[in-house]
């Protein structure tokens, strides 16, 4: 059961889905970490490079050296996983560069997690034309495309608002309130005899 289950295409995809659900957040921590406001998104960013080295050139290198991979790869194979890599990195320096301009990592996230599917939808489409032209595209495709895009939208304008750190400093209340209060409450109910 387990070996099936690890072969199967959903596994990774909802792998995938659960790193990139928190990869913004990282992302955001390890800006903050850096304690470097004008220059702790290049920071984190580089590091995320450092990351990348390691899991998608180290770690495929071992595997196909370990596997006896034939090095012959064609220059149009080349360029397109480039392409994706550059992408992929502009992608990232983008989520960064919008936390540096004050995104929160909830509304950032939410925002491409539910622009990107549009986006990977339409260009799919344009990409991967249907030979018999889009007619043959069922309307519920482009019914879901405006659902992603609303979801998005729903969920960035409705977010929670953060939840404050135990430990963190509570605003004073204002002396009038106090006093108010103070004024509304039957303290002789209380007094020590």
């Not at 199967?8 to 659960?18: G, S």
């Not at 995320?48 to 050296?65: D, E, N, S």
Request: charged share 10%; net charge positive; glycine share 10%.
């Amino acid at each position: 059961m387990f070996k099936s289950m690890f072969n199967h295409w959903l596994t990774f995809a909802l792998m995938t889905v659960l790193c990139w659900g928190v990869y913004g957040i990282y992302l955001h921590k390890g800006q903050m970490a850096m304690n470097d406001p004008a220059l702790g998104r290049y920071k984190a960013f580089l590091w995320v490079g450092v990351a990348y080295f390691i899991t998608a050139v180290l770690a495929p290198l071992i595997l196909l050296w370990l596997k006896g991979a034939k090095w012959d790869m064609s220059g149009t194979a080349i360029s397109w996983s480039l392409v994706a890599g550059v992408v992929g990195a502009l992608g990232a320096f983008g989520v960064l560069l919008a936390f540096g301009a004050k995104g929160s990592p909830n509304t950032v996230m939410a925002i491409v997690f539910a622009g990107a599917p549009v986006i990977n939808a339409l260009a799919s489409i344009y990409i991967y034309a249907p030979p018999q032209g889009y007619e043959p595209v069922r309307p519920m495709f482009w019914v879901g495309v405006v659902l992603a895009a609303l979801g998005g939208c729903l969920v960035t304008m409705n977010k929670p608002d953060p939840v404050k750190k135990p430990g963190a400093p509570i605003a004073p209340a204002a002396p009038a309130v106090i006093e108010k209060a103070a004024a509304a409450f039957d303290f002789s109910r209380y007094s020590i005899s």
